[in-house]
């Protein structure tokens, strides 16, 4: 390439292809990245659910004992799940690129992407198997 | 090129591989066509020379003191990206890169990342005020196709995703009272 070689920024005339709305959907891995954003909003959901929670439990035992009613009513119930699946998606997903963001070198070796994403769901196990035994102890 | 949808690296691909056609050739996606298959990729040169994919030094030592040395291990610190050969299949592989076209893109950020994590190198701090802008880094939501199109295998999604890592930790140490700005 010469010094002085000069080229257009922008050439109207050029064909530039649009992306279509619904490039999501042009392949499986694009839809299951599209559907992994999205299972975020599940997560606040459970979020939102645990501040509600915690407000009706502030005010006393009638407020929640109508705020778990709400809970088992059954268009609740079925969000519920759906989140819960998403939530599901949501760990599993992203506990799976956990080594492509995270590299650990121990002694100038990398440690293998198995290790790392296999901690994570060990992390996971544990503190699962916390939260059950102090809700289930009762 | 496109062939039958997915980026591929056409000088590297046999017909045979292909199964039985028609088989569909296009020009690599997100790129504006100059004729044919010619695409034009003065965006992706004019990225790549900003992010000074170079070894900067602060001081060049003098000659006479001979080479900068480096380590196996150091040098299998960025070996993986120094392998990128330009060929843009991530580019077209980026979904994000075809719907905001003022992304930096994978291999520049990833090129980036091969000299920050060269031990001869000192422009990191330079190219991190580069790729922490808008258009930079960030612009990125961790797809994770151009991994899978890169046939070097130099993995521009974790070079990214690793470079956040770093970015936010700069960002956390300019918070502290005697971190560095």
């Known amino acids: 390439m010469s010094a002085g070689a000069h080229y257009t920024p922008y050439h109207p005339k050029w064909y530039r292809k649009r992306v279509s709305v619904w490039w999501w959907l042009e392949s499986g891995s694009y839809t299951g990245f599209v559907l992994r954003e999205l299972s975020a909003v599940a997560v606040a959901f459970f979020a939102v659910v645990l501040i509600a929670q915690i407000r009706a439990l502030a005010g006393g035992p009638e407020a929640y004992a109508r705020f778990t009613a709400t809970l088992g009513s059954p268009g609740v119930l079925v969000l519920g799940v759906l989140a819960f699946l998403f939530v599901l998606f949501h760990a599993i997903t992203w506990f799976n690129l956990a080594p492509t963001a995270m590299v650990v070198r121990v002694r100038g070796k990398r440690v293998p992407d198995v290790a790392i994403s296999g901690s994570n769901y060990a992390a996971w196990v544990v503190l699962s198997a916390v939260v059950a035994f102090l809700m289930l102890r009762s | 090129m496109m062939v039958n949808g997915e980026p591929k690296l ?128 960030w612009e990125c939501t961790f797809v994770g196709e151009c991994t899978k199109a890169c046939p070097k295998h130099v993995d521009p999604a974790g070079a990214i995703q690793q470079y956040k890592l770093v970015s936010a930790a700069h960002w956390f140490k300019t918070l502290l009272p005697l971190g560095n700005r």
């Open chain 2, 10 to 137: 056409t000088c590297a691909a046999f017909l045979s591989d292909q199964g039985r056609g028609p088989i569909r050739v296009e020009p690599l996606r997100f790129f504006p066509i100059i004729r044919d298959l010619v695409v034009d990729i003065t965006d992706f040169m004019k990225k790549l020379k900003k992010v000074k994919p170079w070894i900067v030094r602060e001081q060049e030592k003098p000659v006479a003191e001979g080479e900068y040395l480096q380590t196996p291990d150091q040098l299998d610190a960025y070996k993986q990206f120094s392998m990128c050969i330009n060929c843009l299949l991530c580019y077209s592989a980026c979904p994000i890169y075809g719907l905001e076209p003022s992304f930096v893109g994978p291999a520049a950020i990833a090129l980036a990342q091969r000299y920050n994590m060269d031990s001869r190198d000192q422009g990191a701090r330079e190219r991190l005020e580069v790729l922490s802008h808008k258009d930079g880094m």
